[in-house]
């Protein structure tokens, strides 16, 4: 196949992909309850590394209203949320914020793929270390107390 023909046939799927009605909800539903935070702190560093994927105040970069990047964004918003959403602290599903401080000493916490798009969401050791100190603080610990919503 033709280099030019190849470009032609990709340009066309890329622009009939914009058609798929997913991925361009950008809903955020009402705050409904907030953990008890530690100190703010902690809340400040999630906020800024954490919120668009696990709290109900995501905010929609451009590249969410162009497929296939939309659907990989709701997706990754809608997963999140589910599994953590500090927007509906007390809901009746599980709400794994006792997870949380693990991630984010593993490294998952951002995602890798996240960051380049989101250099504010990058922390420094320091920083990762005290917002893992915080979660623990706020949300408790695997097999230690549980509180604020569980």
């Known amino acids: 196949m033709k280099p030019l023909k190849i470009v032609a046939i990709s340009a066309a799927a890329l622009i009939a992909i914009q058609f798929v009605p997913f991925g361009r909800?950008?809903?955020?539903p009402p705050v409904t309850g907030e953990p008890a935070w530690d100190r703010p702190?902690?809340?400040e560093l999630f906020f800024r590394g954490c919120r668009?994927?696990?709290?109900?105040?995501t905010i929609w970069p451009w590249y969410s209203n162009v497929a296939p990047l939309s659907w990989l964004t709701a997706l990754d918003v809608s997963i999140g949320r589910e599994k953590f959403n500090?927007?509906?602290?007390?809901?009746k599903s599980r709400n794994e914020g006792d997870e949380a401080a693990e991630e984010v000493r593993e490294g998952k916490m951002p995602p890798?793929?996240?960051?380049?798009?989101?250099?504010?969401?990058?922390?420094?050791?320091?920083?990762k270390e005290s917002l893992a100190k915080g979660l623990e603080a706020t949300f408790?610990?695997?097999?230690?107390h549980e509180e604020n919503g569980h």
């Open 25 to 28: 909800g950008h809903l955020n």
């Open 41 to 43: 702190e902690t809340r």
């Open 52 to 57: 668009d994927c696990h709290s109900n105040e």
């Open 86 to 91: 500090v927007s509906e602290w007390g809901r």
């Open 112 to 127: 890798w793929f996240y960051l380049p798009a989101h250099p504010e969401a990058k922390l420094s050791i320091e920083e």
């Open 140 to 144: 408790g610990t695997k097999g230690g």
